[in-house]
């Protein structure tokens, strides 16, 4: 069922169902959305979550994965199964659950609009509650806007001018500049990773693109060339790992099958 526009209630408040059996979690995702404007319904045990859901009538669910009663992810596939309550988007979250894969199955099989792993940040939580309600990408692709500092977009476009002018040295010193002021940029991180790369520094490069692929999951480009350098350095079956991943990112048909093609001749 796809996603409806949020309706703001009379107060003009969204509302979010936190569902956790750790009260930890409850108190600090209450803290944070509340500060942002919404207001936040808690259960902390599965039947409770599905009862707040047919009385509370929440614009988002953010779901652990580990209840009591019943299963996170069988109440998400209930949830979604259902015509009443199916537009409603819900982003899973667990500390058992980990990688890829089981965050594709679960947007795949489960209908999941985003998976989260603990611990996680509070900015990908409210980025992916962002882009749920207002009907973007779960994960931003190959067009990625960071809001950074005025000092790191500088370092950034003084490293990307460095480079269109052959000077490698001064990018990567720029680069590694603005990283130090804005960490959390998936662009720097990247750019670093592609001139490491033209330079030869295999492992600096993957070390790079890792970062910036942790940043941005579902990033084609930046999947596809950690996949390319972890080949060069003989990393076989990682370097399967990540064209699959890749191949999951692809924008289209056609780069699919050569994804595909290039798969069955590296197993």
């Known amino acids: 069922v796809a996603p409806r526009p949020p309706k703001k209630r009379k107060d003009g408040k969204l509302v979010v169902l936190v569902v956790d059996d750790e009260q930890d979690i409850r108190r600090l995702l209450r803290r ?19 009862q707040l859901v047919r009385d509370g009538a929440p614009d988002l669910i953010l779901l652990d994965a580990m209840l009591p009663e019943v299963h996170g992810f069988e109440i998400c596939r209930r949830i979604k199964g259902s015509r009443r309550y199916g537009h409603i988007p819900i982003i899973m979250i667990s500390a058992i659950y980990r990688g890829w894969r089981v ?5 795949e099989s489960y209908g999941a609009f985003a998976f989260l792993e603990k611990p996680f940040r509070m900015s990908e939580v409210l980025d992916r509650i962002d882009a749920a309600l207002h ?14 500092s005025e000092q790191a977009e500088l370092r950034l476009s003084e490293g990307l001018d460095a480079y269109q002018k052959g000077d490698l040295d001064a990018a990567v010193e720029a680069l590694k500049e603005g990283i130090a002021v804005d960490p959390l940029s998936f662009r720097l991180h990247y750019h670093l990773g592609l001139i490491h ?11 790079s693109l890792e970062t910036a692929v942790n940043l941005s999951p579902r990033n084609y480009a930046a999947l596809k060339n950690l996949a390319v350098l972890y080949q060069k350095a003989g990393f076989k079956r990682k370097s399967v790992e990540v064209w699959e991943r890749t191949l999951g990112a692809a924008p289209d048909d056609e780069t699919k099958r050569g994804i595909k093609e290039h798969l069955m001749n590296l197993l």
């Open 32 to 50: 944070v959305l509340e500060e942002k404007g919404f207001e936040v319904l808690e259960a902390g045990r599965g039947l409770e979550a599905l």
């Open 103 to 107: 965050a594709e199955d679960l947007m």
């Open 135 to 148: 009907g973007t990408s779960a994960e931003p692709e190959d067009e990625i806007t960071d809001n950074l």
């Open 197 to 207: 790369g033209q330079r030869e520094e295999v492992f600096d490069a993957i070390a």
